[in-house]
Structures are given as C-alpha cells and as structure tokens.
C-alpha cells in the first residue's frame, strides 16, 4: 500500500463502539491515535474496568479510555467512525452535529446498501467513506470484545448518484492511520461495486444463520445449506448487473472458499435475532431487492430470505410481549 504518512494527527470519535467498531477504535487507540467513545450501556462498565479485547492475533487491554454517554460532551472530531446498526441511524442527525469538526469525515463500518446517501443528507457532513469491514468479531460483554477471524478493511468514499469517486488523498490518509494500528487495508474505486459484493456473502450467511439457526461451518458444510448459499449468492450478482456493477461469476466459489478456511462463527444477525434486538433487514435485503426490481430483475430466493425473516421477528416479538 502506497499511502502517504498524514500530515497531521486526527481526532478520532467512534460512534457504536460494538463488535466492530469497538475493535478497530481499540486498535487505533492502542497505536497512539487520539480516540474517544461514545458508548451507551457499556459506559459505566468501561469508565471503571476499560475495554478488554481477546484477539487470534494477540489480547490485549486498554485500562483507561476517552469514554462518554453523551455526544455534547465530546470534542470536535476529524475522522468519526459510525459503526452503529443501521437500524440505530435515525439517531445520527442529534449525534453528528456535536462531534463534526470543521471539514470532518464519516467513516462508515455499515453493512447494506443506501445508508452513505442518508447519512451524506445530515447537516454538517461534508465527506463519507465507507469502510466495508471483512471481521469475525463479537461482543461478549460490557467492554469485552472477542475478535475471532480475518480483520482487513476495504476503503471506499461515497460520491452522489453512486459513481465510482475514485481513490482520494482522504482514503489515503486514512489508511496509513489504520496502517498504523495493524489493520489491513484495501483501497477501491466504486463504493457502489463494493458494496454489492459484500452482500453474496452477508445475505446468504446473515440471513439463513437466522433461519437455519446454524454457524458459518455448519452452513457451509452441509450440502443442502452450501447450495441454497450458493444460489442467493448468484441472484446477488444478477442483482448487482442490475445496477451496471459486475461482479465475476467465480467470486461465488472463492466466497465459499473463504467460509470453509473461516473460524466457526454466528454472524451479527443471529446474535442480534437471539438477543431480541432489531436486524438490519431492509439495508441487506429490502434495500437491494428493490434497486434491483426497479431495474427489472427479480431475486425470487432473496425476496424469500427476506420474508422468512420479517416473519420470524414479528413471531419472537409477539411471543416475547405475550410472555410479558
């Protein structure tokens, strides 16, 4: 990576330091890098104990943090790290406002598509780059995060009407500071492109991790589960050459590959369906589903997926108000 060294240091805020952010802001925090936290339940938690992080490429924890529960005690910030569930966005515009500094960058760790467009629309955003995060990480409690597999980040910086932006001195800087903390990193052209192929592998392993109520392994491993897998994933990419992105058809395979060599693991989606909380279907699903119907192109298994789903929340929230 030839990524120039920053010519100032940046403030960093994370804005949902769970799972993924928690991890990466733990891991720019570690490298020296000014990085402060808003958190919401694990807040006490962590302004008395810190956060702890168990990782397969080394543990390691950080006894004092720049921690916070409310955004307008926090400084004007660079680079904020929105890595919140896109369920949870309708709380960026009372967020936002209090930690953008002048000419400040969104860095967005969200899975799905057509978040950038909503986020860019709040007042005081000027710039946004997605970070598509390729991590196999969990929460395992207050301030205690696991990070079990893979680690690498993917670049990208969001342009309107979805255009490819190309690579930008922003990226670049970026990157060298996320260079600094040991994560790896990859710089794309088109957001838009990128996107879509994360989603053949997040709809068919978040999506029937849920219905299926099975891990990575197991999806993968049993014959019935790896070729309907196989199947969303195409219908994603006839999806994605829906919107002029193409998407080789031998990226199904290496996707798989790449599940067969993955540590077993529930994505955040069956963690988040067994916890009660709400799923992030309409970026991963609705949202794709749509862009490609309006182009003409039916995903019939995705479409399905997406259904089975709707269908299960609505059961364990009546099952669970029911109980109450």
Not at 14 to 21: C, D, E, L, N, Q
Not at 163 to 182: C, F, K, R, V, Y
Not at 292 to 298: C, D, L, R
Request: proline residues 5%.
């Amino acid at each position: 990576m030839n990524a120039k060294m920053p010519s100032k240091k940046r403030r960093y805020a994370v804005v949902g330091p769970g799972a993924v952010g928690g991890f990466y802001g733990a891991l720019l925090a570690r490298a020296g890098h000014d990085v402060h936290f808003l958190f919401h339940t694990a807040y006490e938690h962590v302004v008395h104990h810190g956060l702890t992080i168990e990782s397969k490429d080394g543990d390691f924890k950080l006894d004092s943090i720049s921690a916070y529960n409310d955004a307008r005690a926090m400084p004007a910030c660079d680079v904020v790290i929105v890595a919140l569930k896109t369920t949870q966005n309708h709380l960026l515009p009372h967020i936002l406002p209090h930690i953008l500094a002048d000419k400040a960058a969104i860095l967005l760790l969200q899975n799905g598509l057509g978040q950038e467009e909503r986020i860019a629309a709040i007042p005081g955003v000027r710039t946004v780059v997605a970070g598509l995060c390729f991590v196999c990480s969990t929460v395992l409690g207050p301030g205690h995060i696991r990070h079990l597999d893979y680690g690498r980040m993917q670049l990208s910086q969001f342009k309107t009407a979805g255009e490819p932006a190309g690579i930008t001195p922003l990226m670049h800087e970026l990157a060298s500071d996320l260079h600094t903390a040991g994560i790896p990193v990859q710089l794309s052209q088109d957001l838009v492109l990128q996107r879509w192929k994360k989603l053949v592998w997040n709809v068919p392993f978040s999506g029937l991790s849920v219905v299926l109520n099975a891990d990575t392994s197991r999806l993968a491993a049993d014959p019935h589960a790896r070729r309907l897998s196989r199947s969303l994933m195409q219908e994603i990419i006839r999806g994605a050459a829906s919107q002029k992105k193409r998407i080789a058809k031998h990226f199904v395979e290496e996707m798989l590959a790449d599940t067969d060599s993955m540590k077993p693991y529930y994505p955040s989606m069956k963690i988040d369906f067994d916890s009660g909380r709400e799923l992030e279907i309409d970026s991963m699903f609705g949202v794709p589903i749509e862009r490609a119907k309006q182009a003409g192109t039916e995903m019939p298994g995705v479409s399905m997926l997406y259904d089975q789903l709707r269908f299960m929340v609505q059961r364990r929230d009546r099952d669970r108000s029911s109980v109450t």
